[in-house]
């Protein structure tokens, strides 16, 4: 935490020639013609007065920032001081015994340390750190300007590492000098998997096959944002965005050639922008979380194990890799209606992925692989068949009713009240879901329709039976360090398995604001369902519960 403070206030240094120079401490000084000796003297007499002039006109501009400073460094104190104190008095205790002995030696005692006990916060260490940052701000105002909150594009070095049309790939950084944390991630945007639809995917969605438009700079938002407002427990890590230009679900391995119109490369891309980041500090990094979202996620399950062997080739075997997959987790299921394989929204995922796989030249994880018969390595895109054989520890972020997996099992929500069959179905998609999460050690699985979650700004509002998904991963991220260094259980106070029970789509209240399509206002859960053609009286029977008690439940998220 104190090193956080530094770094902030450290990046002062940089900026510190922007600020107003000080009034010169004198003019320079005429012909003296009195003897070298006594000349000497009021010289060093009349350099004292310039000097004392000159400090007294610094200190009538700069008080202002003196004060404030000074009354930061209080706050900052109280601040430590409480966190010192901690449960049972133990902190104020050493305090007290260091206190005369402090004295005593004098200044040799601003060199001693004390233990900091975190215990006293640790319940609401979202917003004590936010403090934190603010006060090494105040403290040091040129470092608010001062922090880059960019990440900035670097294209591959390696120029045989392409996108889809050739183009070279790459990815943005945002380096933070002195952390230890490395956050990769990996960019969503479905696939395609034939010439016909990766032209017209070309045609419509170009960035994501071509590297030519990517704008300089990108503003991380969520899990990549640098403001511990939004992102409480990863805003100070070393942040790398790397967009999704491959259109195989990160897990091709051919380049463009006479006869392949398309490079497909999103395993490669990985494996070289992890060459290219060793040499700029990860190489130094304790903790490399892989993340991704949608298609990106899916990436992460294929990806993860293959990052730490990667890097343990290397030579850098004591990187601990771990992965985030966020709305990656689909389900090879029957579709509502199904619908014959003419493009990448009707097309089942299970077809498409086994049509995919043969075009991308796509490769699974080894261990994933030797589960299944030659030519059906296509059930490795699946979450639930994959799990099962990753070595990282993964934390999984899956909403229950996902808009994407509704979206391929051809349930179209278009404003329109859903038939009984097609409420029947998403209300069984949801519990299938929820089954296929129950042996997952770390997830996070709200009741919501939706796509995505931990890049938006509002990532920090959604919670599960009380815990927000920021909190939910920092209490994983402390599990597996206290795993690391004692062997113990997951900590008592700081669930890591949240997964909501109530069985309808929005019945959790933080789920995100829906909107009617048509008349774009927002709809609250009884509304939503309402919309949807759920049947109040029909349900409430069901239940055995009045209409109006069933209407309550819903409206607290119950």
């Not at 463009?256 to 990094?285: D, H, P, R, W």
């Not at 030249?361 to 030797?370: A, F, M, Q």
């Amino acid at each position: 935490m104190l090193a956080a403070w530094e770094r902030a206030a450290g990046s002062c240094a940089g900026s510190r020639a922007a600020e107003p120079a000080p009034p010169a401490l004198s003019s320079p000084p005429a012909a003296d013609p009195r003897p070298r000796g006594r000349r000497g003297g009021a010289r060093r007499s009349a350099g004292g007065a310039a000097r004392r002039r000159g400090l007294a006109a610094a200190a009538a501009s700069g008080g202002w920032r003196r004060a404030a400073m000074g009354t930061a460094a209080v706050h900052l104190l109280l601040l430590l001081g409480l966190l010192h104190a901690g449960p049972g008095g133990e902190g104020r205790k050493g305090w007290r015994r260091r206190g005369p002995a402090a004295r005593e030696r004098g200044e040799a005692a601003a060199a001693e340390s004390f233990p900091l006990d975190f215990t006293a916060v640790e319940g609401n260490m979202d917003s004590f750190m936010a403090q934190v940052k603010s006060l090494a701000q105040s403290l040091y105002p040129c470092s608010a300007q001062a922090l880059p909150h960019d990440l900035r594009l670097h294209l591959l070095h390696n120029a045989s590492v392409t996108c889809n049309d050739g183009s070279p790939a790459g990815y943005y950084l945002k380096e933070s000098k002195g952390s230890r944390r490395w956050l990769l991630f990996l960019e969503g945007g479905w696939y395609c998997f034939n010439r016909e639809n990766c032209d017209s995917r070309y045609d419509t969605m170009r960035r994501l096959m071509s590297s030519s438009e990517w704008p300089a700079t990108r503003v991380g938002t969520g899990i990549l944002s640098s403001q511990p407002e939004e992102n409480p427990h990863w805003w100070n890590a070393n942040m790398v965005f790397i967009p999704y230009c491959s259109s195989d679900v990160w897990s091709g391995a051919s380049s463009k050639s006479e006869k392949n119109e398309y490079a497909f490369m999103g395993a490669l891309i990985i494996q070289e922008v992890i060459k290219e980041l060793v040499g700029k500090g990860l190489s130094t990094a304790k903790v490399l979380l892989l993340a991704g979202s949608s298609a990106g996620g899916t990436g992460v399950l294929l990806n993860v194990d293959r990052v730490a062997e990667q890097l343990e080739e290397m030579g850098y075997q004591g990187i601990q890799v771990r992965g985030l997959a966020d709305s990656g987790w689909f389900l090879d299921n029957k579709q509502y209606r199904r619908t014959d394989c003419i493009d990448t929204i009707t097309c089942a995922p299970t077809e498409a992925i086994r049509r995919g796989i043969r075009y991308w030249n796509g490769i699974v994880p080894e261990r994933c692989k030797l589960q299944f018969k030659e030519g059906e390595e296509w059930n490795c895109f699946f979450g639930y068949k994959i799990y099962p054989t990753l070595r990282c520890p993964v934390f999984v972020v899956q909403w229950l009713f996902d808009e994407a997996q509704l979206t391929v099992d051809n349930v179209h929500l278009t404003g329109q009240p859903v038939q009984e069959g097609q409420w029947l179905y998403i209300q069984n998609l949801g519990r299938e879901l929820r089954n296929t999460l129950k042996d997952v050690t770390a997830s996070f699985a709200p009741a919501c329709l939706s796509h995505e979650i931990i890049t938006r700004n509002h990532w920090t509002d959604i919670q599960v039976k009380g815990t927000s998904l920021p909190r939910a991963l920092h209490c994983w991220d402390r599990s597996l360090h206290e795993s690391n260094k004692h062997g113990k259980a997951p900590l008592k106070g700081c669930p890591i398995h949240l997964i909501d029970s109530c069985p309808w789509p929005h019945c959790n209240p933080s789920c995100p604001t829906i909107r009617d399509q048509f008349t774009g206002q927002e709809m609250n859960v009884i509304q939503f369902l309402m919309h949807m053609g759920f049947d109040v009286q029909k349900m409430a029977q069901q239940q055995g519960l009045e209409p109006s008690k069933l209407l309550g439940m819903l409206s607290s998220g119950n």
